[in-house]
């Protein structure tokens, strides 16, 4: 069974401009328009997930909107290749 929704909270699941648009203030207006969208529906608050290593700019869009770093997540990763055995063996 899913986890009931949590309408109090908003999430932004993606935020995206090409690379040729940046700088030119369309990631802020898109965030504003998704915060104030948010606000209306009644959430208290919005939350979303950013790479912290990220070379866009994407924090200092986020501080410039009002948000602030509340949580830090690692997240540990392994490429696995074909016909390599990565079980462990007693």
Same mark, same amino acid.
């Given at each position: 069974?899913?986890?009931? *929704?949590?309408?109090?909270?908003?999430?932004?699941?993606?935020?995206?401009?090409?690379?040729?648009?940046?700088?030119?203030?369309?990631?802020?207006?898109?965030?504003?328009?998704? %915060? &104030?969208?948010?606000? #209306?529906? &009644?959430?208290?608050?919005?939350? *979303? %997930?950013? $790479?912290? $290593?990220?070379?866009?700019?994407?924090?200092? %869009?986020?501080?410039?909107? &009002?948000? #602030?770093?509340? #949580?830090?997540?690692?997240?540990?990763?392994? &490429? *696995? #290749?074909?016909?390599? $055995?990565?079980?462990?063996?007693?």
């Amino acid at each position: 069974m899913a986890p009931a *929704l949590n309408r109090s909270r908003g999430v932004v699941a993606s935020l995206a401009v090409r690379p040729a648009w940046r700088h030119r203030g369309l990631g802020l207006a898109l965030l504003q328009n998704a %915060l &104030g969208e948010f606000h #209306r529906r &009644g959430c208290g608050s919005v939350e *979303l %997930l950013v $790479d912290g $290593d990220s070379l866009t700019g994407a924090l200092r %869009l986020y501080e410039r909107a &009002g948000m #602030r770093a509340f #949580r830090t997540q690692l997240i540990y990763e392994k &490429g *696995l #290749r074909a016909g390599v $055995d990565i079980t462990t063996r007693a």
